[in-house]
T-cell receptor
Framework: KQEVTQIPAALSVPEGENLVLNCSFT??????LQWFRQDPGKGLTSLLL?????REQTSGRLNASLDKSSGRSTLYIAASQPGDSATYLC????????FGTGTRLTVIP | DADVTQTPRNRITKTGKRIMLECSQT?????MYWYRQDPGLGLQLIYY???????NKGEISDGYSVSRQAQAKFSLSLESAIPNQTALYFC??????????????FGPGTRLTVL
């Protein structure tokens, strides 16, 4: 069974810092990897999707990388802002979508 | 208006009661999903449906049933609720594509508490 792990579980940074969130998965036979943002009381919002044939995707201050052979992905957030505070989930798509447990990010003004 | 809506948003019930959670979508997607999220755990797939006549069990389907009443509606039932079904429940949708791109769009969630 696919297992997805996210480290760290929680992270606090001062505003303006660049940061990296990590995701690892056990089975490299995936179709794609997605990063989601979850805000309290709200659903998940898709941030970036990387197909298995791609190595990275960028959207604004966000950059996600994928190394399928090693089972790793990173989400890089540049110049963090308090509005970035949320829980970030990665998920890998095989037959179904398998989620990690998330990293709770707090950006301190 | 939200593309994926869930009702109710919060529900408190007692052990043994039958509960139905409803999901509606206006995205025109064929595929719909039900997940549950527990503290410290990732989302786990309960059931999914690729079209009205196609229902599939996910990782943790025991104790749950679903009904796909129409393309836009997918409901989740707990026939006899138990306390360990207390969780946050999410509905999601995705479009049918010929490839592997399959972004899922999530509803706001239903917080269910079983006493």
């Amino acid at each position: 069974k696919q297992e997805v792990t996210q480290i760290p579980a929680a992270l606090s940074v001062p505003e303006g810092e660049n940061l990296v969130l990590n995701c690892s998965f056990t089975d490299s036979a995936i179709y794609n990897l997605q990063w989601f943002r979850q805000d309290p009381g709200k659903g998940l919002t898709s941030l970036l999707l990387i197909q298995s044939s791609q190595r990275e995707q960028t959207s604004g201050r966000l950059n996600a990388s994928l190394d399928k052979s090693s089972g790793r992905s990173t989400l890089y957030i540049a110049a963090s802002q308090p509005g970035d505070s949320a829980t970030y989930l990665c998920a890998v798509q095989a037959n179904n979508l398998f989620f990690g447990t998330g990293t709770r990010l707090t950006v301190i003004p | 208006d939200a593309d994926v809506t869930q009702t109710p948003r919060n529900r408190i019930t007692k052990t043994g009661k039958r509960i139905m959670l409803e999901c509606s979508q206006t995205k025109g997607h064929d595929r719909m999903y039900w997940y549950r999220q527990d503290p410290g755990l990732g989302l786990q797939l309960i059931y999914y449906s690729f079209d009205v006549k196609d229902i599939n069990k996910g990782e943790i389907s025991d104790g749950y049933s679903v009904s796909r009443q129409a393309q836009a509606k997918f409901s989740l039932s707990l026939e006899s609720a138990i306390p360990n079904q207390t969780a946050l429940y999410f509905c999601a949708t995705s479009d049918r594509t010929s490839g592997s791109i399959n972004t899922q769009y999530f509803g706001p969630g239903t917080r269910l508490t079983v006493l």
